[in-house]
């Protein structure tokens, strides 16, 4: 039977419950017991698919195809295990199942009210996903602060499951800021005290209390946090800013968390080995050298939009004993004013993943210099499709060349859209979506890179390389050096008499692992310390 580990948060949203969650997983993994994670996003959206990245972040797409939440790229990479769609809950989500259900007659005739058909359909949920991952423990994070009025459903549901599960299988968790006053520098309590009672208002009383802070808190808050949260002192940590996201678990087991969560859900588990975690933490800091990468993006203004190739990126750094120094090009500015960017500054472009018409020229030149100028560069998904944009129009001379989805007039449509997608009524989960086989060409660089001819890699487009086209991008020097499976699908791109210049219409981020890099950001940024070696041998 499966234990559960439920994680809240309070005062505010995007307190760090994400990072928690993973550094709580990864204790226990450590520790010898098989861990899976569920995020429960209240929003009524069925799933992240249609949101804009400023609104949510990043879309995390998982092996099986679902559009997530960000939060899920963060577990995956702390766990190195695969999630799939059932592992993200919305409201939408629960909502659907319980009036179709409704609508089928399911509920013979009772009236249909929050409690206990939609409590009931979340624990479910919850259940089903503990026992097809065979987890031991199954981690759930409740998105947004308590006190939410779209996530009181959620609260209701894991109280109940506190009484049907029992006590020694089910811990509750509460994560919560305690900000430092300027003018007095004074640690301060209140908020997480008020939190707190929000908190049992709706029924639930905390087994631990986590203190997200910017540095460790003083004793004396320690003690207050403990005194009016009734837990134990030996219960109350503090999760404060760490230089590296991947420290956090080991910073938190010093502390002595791990040993509480064992001991307080009865556990049997082994010393805690982390061994290979603390060797893949200490590559952060062993780099040795640096590297400047323009990112080029149309959502440049939250970082989170781009989290995974964020993090892919510092993955291949730590690898490599060089650290990424990112500077983010929004490339509405670039289209408007092209003469105040100097790419020639940097020692790669990475030109980053979207939709729409937004940006599009910005990228287009970004990567045209990347072209002509041997920087190495390497294209994302619309980056990739760009990039045959752009050469088509500088290279082929077809000057009108463009994707649809922005010019679907244009005489010569590069880019098109994927013959299933044209008659779609929904746009939510209709994309071609999830973790599809890829073909390499022997010998070409993408080959070597993965070294293999079949790999897999995840998908999130809806538009896609016009096959027509093919012969006039590889008699002017493209190289097509990725297929899909099935042969419908370019998959990579490459240049020939270039230093580094690939394009994947894949994600190839949402992949990489901390000690374990994607293979085309580890190319990529190996090309950028070859390219900054070169300028410094020049000077």
Known sequence: MSKFIFITGGVLSSVGKGILTASIGKMLQVRGHSVSIVKIDPYV??????????????VFVTEDGGETDLDLGHYERFLDINLSKLNNITTGQIYSSVIEKERKGEYLGRCVQIIPHVTDEIKERLRIVAKLTNAEILLVEIGGTV???????????VRQMRLEEGYSNTLFVHI?????????????SKPFQHSIQELRRIGIQPDILVARCRVQIEESIRKKISLFGSVPYDAVFTSYN????????????????????????????????????KSIVSSFYNVRDSVKIAMCGKYTKLSDSYISIIEALKHAGAKLGAAPKLEWIETTCLEEDPSSFNFNNYHGIVVLPGFGARGTEGKILAIKYARENKIPFLGICYGFQLAIVEFARNVLGYKSAHTTEVDPNTPYPIIDLLPEQRNLQNLGGSMRLGAYKILLKEGTMAQKLYGSSIISERHRHRYEVNQKYLNDLEEAGMIISGISYDGKSVEFIELKDHPFFLGSQSHPEFKSRPGKPSPPFLGFLNACIKRKKFIVAKI
């Not at 959206?45 to 990043?58: F, K």
């Open 45 to 58: 959206n069925v799933d992240a698919g249609t949101m804009n990245p400023y609104i949510h972040g990043e």
């Open 147 to 157: 006190g939410d009025i779209e996530s009181l459903p959620f609260f209701e549901a």
């Open 176 to 188: 919560a800021l305690v900000p430092i006053l300027d003018v007095t520098n004074e640690q301060k």
């Open 242 to 277: 760490v230089d590296n996201i991947y420290n956090l678990p080991l910073e938190l087991d010093k502390q002595g968390m791990g040993d509480y969560i064992v001991k307080r859900l009865m556990l049997n588990s082994k010393p805690p080995n982390w061994g290979e975690w």
